[in-house]
């Protein structure tokens, strides 16, 4: 890693780099897209697998779910007239799937690209976010796609580090300071010996996959259902609370053993939860909801009477631009200084330094828990404060009147509440219904209620080990990053360009002025 690091030396570092970024379509992707490009516009290249039958169809879905979304908009006026033609140059969508061989790109594009042997920095964060997945499709694209983006990356004699998003939340149910460090092969969340084996994983969604197909009577909705409780079963067994962080911590298992002996710079990058832009180069802006955004969304709604949150919780965030200019520093940081004179494939790690010991990959919680924690009250107190200001209006014109929200600080609690509030009431109605014999509506009335009852207990059973997470990340790696930076310590650090610090962010005016606005103009529209 190398000593200091400053604006200039992360910008100059970009200039004729060939950069590829797996799940560009995502949240973060577009903003490290957009960062790269507008803080160095002499990058040579971006390459962005993306689905799509061709390369035309791979162009389409760059041009309108990547460059053409808002957030480009401070680099769109700044080219003005030039900006397609600029975009044109220096982006280049690849029509693949990142869950096949050299990311299901075309072996003759590949070819024409020279793209194995340009590539320079491969960042990857392609990756299926569902708590509640298919367990083959979550093995897929987070474990057997890691897998394929190395053998990829083994390929390109000229690549300088290759960077893996994971999340922080690998971490589980984990109390007390969870560590910047890598799963050792085989590591489960159990303490009473529990050996995961990868393989076996692979092999259990494979052949259950394969025996619901070859069955005729299993329907398409039984098998994705099947599928999704073997995920949560299997993450469970090993002591992960869903699918998602499951398959994501097997995910850099798979990166380390793939990598190991190789003398590229591999780096782990684990946000936490990503929130919307915070300042650069579009505040508030944000796509997709956040597992904390459902509190605002159902308030802001006045659908929610209750959600499970103890307020005196750190709910740890990050806005997304600080995420990307940490995962900046860290790959100038990482990269090799010396590149080979001529290009050359690398010989397999076995092959390589058979005595040595392989350097882990280097982790960093990009966090604010432990710097500069928000407890969630910053959260309902801000959301109080803007919808007072700021209320919502109504399809019939009227003001939306807020009503306060309860928050449970327990599972057990808020399962009572449940059971007395809407449970009782709906047994009370399904008997009610039988002695009617389904009259006046009452069966599909009951039936509709109790399957949105199972949907948001279902959801509190998927989500409540982060509404009520204990743990807090260590980022002493990420803090010696922030050292390197040259004017890391200065006293105006909102002034950086690739500030990554939450000690300079005003959690109640970054949620009021920034984020509230931004899930509502981004999210809720």
Known sequence: MVGTLDEGKIIEYFRNKSVLITGATGFLGKIMVEKILRVQPDVKRIYLPVRAADAAAARRRVETEVVGKELFGMLRERHGAGFDAFVADKVVGLAGDVMREGFGVDPATLRELRLADELNVIVNGAATTNFYERYDVALDVNVVGVKHMCDFARKCPNLEVLMHVSTAYVAGEKQGLVSERPFRDGETLREDGTRLDMDAELRLARELRKQMEADDDVDPKAQRKAMKDLGLTRARHFGWPNTYVFTKSMGEMMLAQMMRGDDVPVVIVRPSIITSVQNDPLPGWIEGTRTIDAILIGYAKQSLSCFLADLDLTMDVMPGDMVVNAMMAATVAHA??????????????????????????????????????????????????????????????????????????????????????????????????????????????????????????????????????????????????????????????????????????????????????????????
């Not at 002695?435 to 109790?450: K, N, R, S, T, V």
């Not at 300079?504 to 931004?518: E, L, M, N, S």
């Open 336 to 525: 090799s200084s010396t590149r080979p004179s001529e290009p050359e494939k690398k010989p397999p790690p076995q092959q390589q330094h058979p005595h040595s010991v392989p350097a882990a990959p280097t982790v960093y919680h990009v966090s604010s828990s432990l710097r500069h924690p928000a407890p969630y009250a910053v959260l309902y107190r801000t959301g109080i404060r803007y919808f007072e200001e700021h209320p919502r209006v109504g399809p019939d014109g009227r003001t939306v009147r807020t009503r306060k929200v309860r928050f449970l600080g327990s599972i057990a609690a808020f399962h009572l509440f449940m059971v007395l509030k809407y449970r009782v009431p709906l047994e009370l109605l399904r008997l009610l219904s039988i002695l009617c014999c389904g009259l006046f509506g009452l069966a599909a009335l009951y039936h509709d209620l109790a399957r949105k009852y199972r949907f948001v207990m279902q959801l509190v059973d998927l989500y409540g080990p982060f509404s009520l997470f204990k743990g807090c990340f260590d980022d002493v790696n990420l803090n010696k990053l922030r050292l390197a930076m040259a004017d890391g310590d200065h006293a105006d650090a909102t002034g950086c360009l690739f500030n990554f610090d939450p000690k300079t962010v005003d959690w109640d005016d970054y949620f009021f002025k920034v984020h509230i606005p931004g899930v509502m103009k981004y999210v809720l529209k």
